[in-house]
């Protein structure tokens, strides 16, 4: 019997206690509050004596400055409490410090706390992030003050003023407001119990455990009884009594698990938005501010593993912070900070294009071999709108077979059934594919995330593994100590799961060991959610399809040019600066156009660059590649003969249109053909007009809609009956889908007028006034020889919260629509018959959409769109929208784009409509050459399935080209590539251009045969003879 305590109560931890659950939780709660008692209770305790500042002085800066010129500034005394901005500058301070010597033994921390994210710099080097958000207030000066430590300090700190999610005015999605003040509300030095914050976590971790298993498990109360007896023991006054407590919660922590126990994968994570509530410049240093705190962590915490995506960040941190990169390097090393994703920024995972995708990765997985000798074996993308059906072949092609998402749980229809799967693309590879089923990949490493892990997974049973990813994201900030001890405690404790401090290749190896009752999903991974990214900022989405299509051209000529003329210098340089130009705006916040004004204004700018540069460019290969004449000649980037209506300058200077007839890959003088059918344009009695081209007859209203739209050859009219081609339609774009909508009432401004009356081309333009603040004007062209028709558009747009599209009510009847995506096309549902269905009620595409029965379709093409939907038998493209939200001008201004209708008989693979879609997206370039230049081409290909969609100077052989191809049908064929360059050699390669030396490529007297599975990339290297 044990004697009395002579602090009474005691002794109550000898007897049975009340059967009531909620009184001992909320007894144990208060123990720890941050709110309530902490006069008394444990929480007051953290803190021990504090001491001020010695001086506390700033300098304010409008722009984003270097430590070494902010330190060489004047700095002016600054009290706490005082504010300072406005959102977007940098208050830098001179913090002047002298710890106390009696504080000898003791733990001593620099508290500071401000609504602006802050990195402390210490002896020129910055040393620590502070962000209140991130729950990161302290800088360790001493964990255990000596004497021979310095005590007198002089840091700086840089502030910024923004919070880690921007400076959003009112809501964080909401415009930034841009005259936001901020402060520090507190800067001083204090005592850190490093016992009492142990302790706090043992309760608050005990505490979750009650709640998070709930009344309905014994291990629970199991964690009730233990935390009620060990606020029994805990004298918050009495040091000494904290042993017992925690060697209490210690025992209960140590009850481990039986061995069939879900296994979770703890890695840090920091997800960094390139830019998005901020803009490019200010994410440089949060990536500085979060990964110097994580180097902190890893010197305190052996095990601490972090991963670590988009070789941008790491570009930056380089030629920003060389110090913290080479700390970064040295953990990158030990194994500890793990670059992942192989990607130079986690993109946008439906508009980029196949192209552009290859060149996330060849940058990537570049840049991480060479920085830190690491190939990404996982892509990692756990936060975009979607996902393409060709990455997974993509991803296989760069060596990447694991793949680590997670927005899918944001479907706001249909539940996605999978945690881990094997995702099979478009040509049936196959990726591992996780998504963490705690639905987050910024876990605090708590309870709750646990629990959540192991009760959403729905592969019980398939799969007993699952990542747990923690530390702040989306706008920086990352893991903090807290975090780790968290995990570190429940590493196997019975009732929760396992927790392993891992890595994305230990994490996918156990997958890959056990997969043999996974399921596998085919196709895209379509997020529904956030339809709208596909439209909003147009010119975001114009600028990266030109300039895709641009360096498309230039890599193609300066690879001829290369062949052609022995003194051309590649421009290898300078492409890839352009090339990591266009990669990063295809940031996932970038392209959709999810990002505020400021970050537009940058990608725009960027867009110029690539422009400006890059028609230098093209300029000095095309000067290469014909023999410097006078006269005016064409080149041909596409493989395969164009035969097409061209504006050029006349003798005069004039604007003219030639009929020109260029060879595939190649150049030709332009030598005026004649078209075996002019274009023919009347007027008609009733006003409307009639043109022709003899394969396309149309009937144009005064309005600009489209009463006809016949396809001579096969007798066969295109537009629904009673129904005009060419509607704008106007939604109101409020609710989560655009179901309201305004039948315009179209007002026609300017007169209905015909501007080529005939020959070569026909074409009229009209005015529309579609509301009292904007305008459509557009010309409608029919060219000789042509089968499509362009709608030549620009849009005065200065709406709110309405979506324009335009409709064309087709006389086709099919359950699915085709949409070309990255190196292929998919179908999708043109019904709603399921939730599956009608989730996708506004989808992507790229160049070209179809609506085909047999025999006869209609293709709808564009020049810079990507949102689609074909409801039945009515196809609408999407083309500008007027979000106010996080950018309050979005889209607002000029557009101009342009699309094209285009009928057809036969199947759209049969009518060559993708080769039209490529026609209209990469127009022949003017180049200079002399009169009797014979026409030339460097490549042709036997198969109009398969197209050689790049031509490139190999990235590590000067005397080599990569060309790259694909199967572009959905067809096993067979086809032969015919070259006239030099070329000596061909190895198969993949799409990081590694040669696969086992087999060089069959080369006859006809050209290099290949054999193609439907939608199969194939990569070629080209030694070449020069
Ligand atoms: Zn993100």
């Known amino acids: ?109 620099l508290l500071w706390e401000s609504d602006g994210e ?136 140590s009850q481990r698990n039986g061995e069939s126990q879900h296994n979770t994968h703890a890695m840090g994570h920091c997800h960094i938005d390139s830019a998005w509530l901020w803009p490019y410049e200010e994410t440089i240093r949060k990536c500085g501010r979060s990964w110097v705190t994580v180097i902190r962590l890893m010197e305190k915490n052996p095990e601490f593993v972090f991963t670590c995506s988009q070789a941008q960040q790491f570009q930056w941190v380089k030629s920003w912070y060389p110090g913290l990169f ?70 296989q092609g760069c060596g990447i077979s694991n793949f680590l998402t997670q927005k899918l749980s944001w479907n706001l229809v249909n539940t996605f059934p999978h945690n881990t799967f094997f995702w099979e693309g478009l040509d049936g590879s196959k990726v591992l594919t996780h998504f963490p089923p705690g639905n987050s990949y910024e876990m605090k490493g708590k309870v709750e995330d646990l629990v959540k892990t192991v009760k959403n997974n729905k592969d019980k049973g398939r799969a007993n593994h699952s990542a747990v990813l923690f530390g702040f994201g989306d706008g920086g900030g990352g893991p903090t100590q807290l975090m780790l001890d968290r995990l570190h405690r429940v590493r ?120 400006r540069d890059g028609s230098t460019l093209l300029h000095n290969a095309c000067g290469a590649l014909g023999s410097k004449g006078n006269s005016a000649g064409v080149f041909n980037s ?35 053909t004649q078209p075996g059918t002019q274009v023919s344009v009347s007027i008609q009695a009733d006003g409307t007009i009639l043109m022709e081209n003899g394969i396309l007859q149309t009937v144009i209203n005064k309005d600009g809609t489209l009463a006809s739209l016949y396809l001579i050859s096969a007798n066969r009219y295109s537009i629904y009956d009673s129904c005009y081609g060419n509607q704008f339609i106007m939604f109101d774009d409020v609710p989560l889908y655009w179901d309201a909508w305004d039948v315009m009432d179209y007002h026609l401004q300017t007169r209905f007028r015909v501007v080529s009356s005939g020959g070569l081309r026909g074409s009229v333009s009209f005015t529309l006034r579609i509301s009292d603040k904007s305008t459509i004007t557009q010309e409608i062209v029919m060219d000789a020889m042509c089968p499509y028709i362009k709608f030549n558009t620009e849009v005065k747009w200065a709406e709110s919260h309405k979506f324009l599209k335009v409709e064309f009510p087709v006389r086709v009847h099919s359950p699915s629509a085709t949409y070309e995506i990255q190196f292929g096309h998919l179908q999708r549902p043109t019904h709603r018959n399921t939730s599956w269905d009608w989730a996708r009620f506004e989808v992507w595409g790229h160049k070209w959409a179809d609506l085909s029965e047999h025999n006869f379709g209609v293709a709808l ?84 399935a398969v197209i050689l969609e790049t031509i490139k100077r190999a990235e590590d052989r000067k005397g080599a080209l990569v060309v790259r191809l694909y199967e572009s049908h959905g067809s096993s064929v067979t086809a032969t590539l015919c070259t006239t360059l030099p070329v000596r050699e061909a190895w198969p390669c993949d799409l990081l251009e590694r040669q696969d030396p086992t087999q060089p490529a069959h080369i006859t007297s006809e050209g290099i045969i290949l054999n193609f599975n439907p939608f199969q990339i194939v990569s070629l290297l080209l030694i070449l003879r020069l």
């Not at 395969?640 to 300058?649: A, D, G, L, M, Y």
């Open 861 to 944: 093409l564009n020049d810079c769109k990507y949102g689609y939907s074909v409801h039945k038998n009515t196809m609408t493209l999407s083309l500008l929208r007027a979000t106010k939200a996080p950018d309050a001008n979005a889209d607002m201004g000029t557009h101009h784009f342009t699309y094209a209708v285009m009928p057809h008989t036969g199947s759209f693979q049969d009518a060559s409509v993708i080769q039209c879609a490529y026609n209209l997206n990469f127009p022949l370039r003017s180049i200079r050459c002399t009169p009797d230049t014979v026409p030339w081409n460097a490549f042709s290909i036997s198969s109009a």
């Open 638 to 672: 596409l493989p395969w003969e164009r035969h097409e209506v061209i504006q050029i300058q006349d003798g005069a200077g004039k604007p003219d249109l030639a009929l020109v007839r260029v060879p595939s890959i190649g150049l030709s003088p332009v030598k005026d």
């Open 326 to 395: 080479s700390q970064i390097q040295h953990y990158v090393k030990k194994g500890q900070f793990i670059p992942v994703g192989g990607a130079w920024v986690e993109m946008d995972g439906n508009l980029p294009s196949g192209e552009s995708m290859v060149r996330q990765f060849l940058e990537g997985q570049r840049f991480f071999n060479h920085e830190f000798g690491i190939h990404c074996k996982e892509f990692w993308l756990p936060d975009t709108f979607g996902y393409s059906a060709q990455l997974p072949q993509i991803m």
């Open 492 to 611: 196997d404790t019975d009732g929760l799961p396992k927790v392993q401090m891992s890595s994305p290749d230990r994490l996918f190896s156990e997958l890959q060991a056990d997969s043999a009752l996974l399921c596998t999903w085919t196709g895209e991974l379509f997020l529904e959610l956030h339809n709208g990214t596909y439209t909003t900022q147009a010119q975001i989405k114009r600028g990266n399809r030109q300039c895709e299509t641009l360096l498309h051209d230039i890599e193609i000529a300066s690879s001829l040019a290369l062949c052609q003329d022995g003194t051309f210098q590649y421009p290898v340089e300078k492409l890839q600066e352009l090339w990591r130009l266009l990669l990063l705006n295809q940031f996932h916040d970038v392209i959709p156009g999810s990002c505020i004004e400021m970050v537009v204004e940058d990608a725009l700018r960027y867009y110029e660059d690539i422009r």
């Open 1 to 109: 019997m044990p004697s009395p305590s002579p602090k009474s109560g005691r002794m109550m931890s000898q007897q049975p206690v009340l059967k009531n659950r909620r009184t001992l939780l909320e007894r144990a709660e208060k123990f720890i509050s941050e709110i309530y008692f902490t006069d008394c209770n444990l929480r007051g305790r953290l803190y021990g004596d504090s001491c001020p500042l010695e001086s506390l002085a700033s300098f304010l800066s409008s722009k984003r400055i270097t430590f070494t010129e902010a330190s060489k500034q004047n700095f002016a005394p600054h009290k706490v409490g005082d504010t300072f901005g406005p959102t977007w500058w940098t208050c830098w301070f001179k913090v002047t410090l002298n710890i106390p010597d009696s504080w000898r033994g003791k733990e001593v921390h």
């Open 118 to 253: 802050a990195m402390v710099w210490r002896d020129e080097q910055p040393v620590q992030g502070l962000t209140k958000e991130g729950e990161k207030t302290s800088y360790i000066l001493s964990d255990c003050l000596k004497d021979e430590e310095p005590h007198s300090i002089t840091l700086y700190v840089e502030v910024a003023c923004n919070g880690l999610f921007g400076a959003g005015e009112g809501s964080m999605i909401a415009a930034p407001d841009p005259n936001r003040m901020f402060s520090v509300q507190k800067a001083e030095l204090v005592v850190f119990n490093r016992e009492v914050r142990e302790l706090l976590t043992d309760f608050e971790m005990l505490i979750d455990i009650v709640k998070e298993l709930g009344e309905g498990e014994q291990r629970g109360y199991q964690a009730l009884f233990t935390v009620n007896e060990m606020v029994n023991l805990c004298d918050p006054c009495d040091p000494s009594s904290f042993s017992k407590v925690h060697s209490l919660a210690h025992n209960f922590f």
